[in-house]
Each structure stands twice: as structure tokens, then as C-alpha cells.
Antibody, heavy 119, light 107 residues
Framework: QVQLQESGPGLVKPSETLSLTCTVS????????WSWIRQPPGKGLEWIGY???????HYNPSFNSRVTIFVDTSKNQFSLKLSSVTAADTAVYYC?????????????WGQGILVTVSS | DIQMTQSPSSLSASLGDTVTITCRAS??????LNWYQQKPGKAPKLLIY???SLQSGVPSRFSGSGSGTDFTLTISSLQPEDFATYYC?????????FGQGTKVEIK
């Protein structure tokens, strides 16, 4: 059974960089697409971007150039960096696997990690 | 970006009821439409992918239909564990986008 687990600081200061890591167990990261998704408190879901094991990435343009996703296949991990954060970046951040056979979908999710942007 | 609009935003239903949630895309997405269930404090769970395919392990009382721009999620014989928020999501073209959610509450 594939499991994903987010880790990283729960509090980030405004203008600084948010950094999170997702550790994948029960399966290799060297297949599938791997995404980050966030959910502000009480609000809906927003896709941030994905990476594939080769390192190819695709980001949501709404994040402009603030986002970077990278993969460490030796550790079966992928990571998110979001720069110049503001209070609007306060959210639960989820990592998820994108299944793709017969259509892309988020079939496995981490439990989520709340990141608060505050001084 | 493709905008996804769900209706209703919330509904009240009783155990055993049949519930239908609709999702409309701002442009055609063929059948690249997924449905998720989210309970408070938990990650979303995939229910239906490509409009009508039931994810492994999901009860058969959940079903999906539609193509093009209009889609529905139907829950037959509502059970206590089905009270949650439901989201649609398009995977036709990036950026992947979600509907705003439909909260299913107990009447």
C-alpha cells in the first residue's frame, strides 16, 4: 500500500520560503507523477504543480515563479519550495500521487500539513 | 484555466436518500473528471475517475456520469459515513482545477 507523508516547518515568516518534503513508502517514486496541492482553512483545493521521477515539472501559473518542486529518487522523496510567502499562503499542504492509466487523478494522498505564515 | 462549478454548494439529506451533485466545466473536458470525498481534518479520497470509473475499494453506491461539460455524482442509499464534502476536479488540461465543493449534511 502506497503511503505519503509530508514534513516540514509548520510556521513560516512572511517573505521567507516555505519548504516541505513528501516521503513515499510502499512503492517507488520512479513511476507516476507526484503533486502538491493546498487548501486554505475553510476553503477549497488548489493544485500547485507536479514532478515526475526524471525531474520534469509542471507548475500552476498562478504561482508565477515562486514555486519549485524537485525529487530525490534515492530517498523516495519529493519536495516543494514556495518563496516570498504571505498570509495568503497559509494552508494545509498535501502531497499526492497522480495515477495516469486511463486518465490522470490523485489516487493517493498524504495526511496534510498545516503551514501558517505569520511573524 | 478551466473553471469548475459545482451545485449545490450544500445540501441536507436523510439516511437512505439518493443524492445527486452536479459539476460543470467552463469548456469541454471530454470525460477527464474526477470526484473526491473529504471529511473534516482528513485528506480528500478519490471516489470516481474519468467521469464514471469507480476507484478500487469505493462502495458501489457511488456512481458518476457525464461527458463534455456536465457531470454528476450520485450517492444511492446515503450512509452515515457519506456525510462529507465532495469535490470535482478536471484532468483534461493543466492547471488541474477543482470545483468549490458540495457539503452533504444530515437532515
Amino acid at each position: 500500500q502506497v503511503q505519503l507523508q509530508e514534513s516540514g516547518p509548520g510556521l513560516v515568516k512572511p517573505s521567507e520560503t516555505l519548504s516541505l518534503t513528501c516521503t513515499v513508502s510502499g512503492g517507488s517514486i520512479s513511476t507516476y507523477y507526484w503533486s502538491w496541492i493546498r487548501q486554505p482553512p475553510g476553503k477549497g483545493l488548489e493544485w500547485i504543480g507536479y514532478i515526475i521521477y526524471s525531474g520534469n515539472t509542471h507548475y500552476n501559473p498562478s504561482f508565477n515563479s515562486r514555486v519549485t518542486i524537485f525529487v530525490d529518487t534515492s530517498k523516495n522523496q519529493f519536495s516543494l519550495k514556495l518563496s516570498s510567502v504571505t498570509a495568503a499562503d497559509t494552508a494545509v499542504y498535501y502531497c499526492a500521487r497522480e495515477g495516469y492509466a486511463g486518465g490522470r487523478r490523485f489516487d493517493y494522498w498524504g495526511q496534510g500539513i498545516l503551514v501558517t505564515v505569520s511573524s | 484555466d478551466i473553471q469548475m462549478t459545482q451545485s449545490p454548494s450544500s445540501l441536507s439529506a436523510s439516511l437512505g436518500d439518493t443524492v445527486t451533485i452536479t459539476c460543470r466545466a467552463s469548456q469541454t473536458i471530454t470525460n477527464y473528471l474526477n470526484w473526491y470525498q473529504q471529511k473534516p481534518g482528513k485528506a480528500p479520497k478519490l471516489l470516481i475517475y474519468t467521469a464514471s470509473s469507480l476507484q478500487s475499494g469505493v462502495p458501489s453506491r457511488f456512481s458518476g456520469s457525464g461527458s463534455g461539460t456536465d457531470f454528476t455524482l450520485t450517492i444511492s442509499s446515503l450512509q452515515p459515513e457519506d456525510f462529507a464534502t465532495y469535490y470535482c476536479q478536471q484532468s483534461d488540461r493543466t492547471p488541474w482545477t477543482f470545483g468549490q465543493g458540495t457539503k452533504v449534511e444530515i437532515k
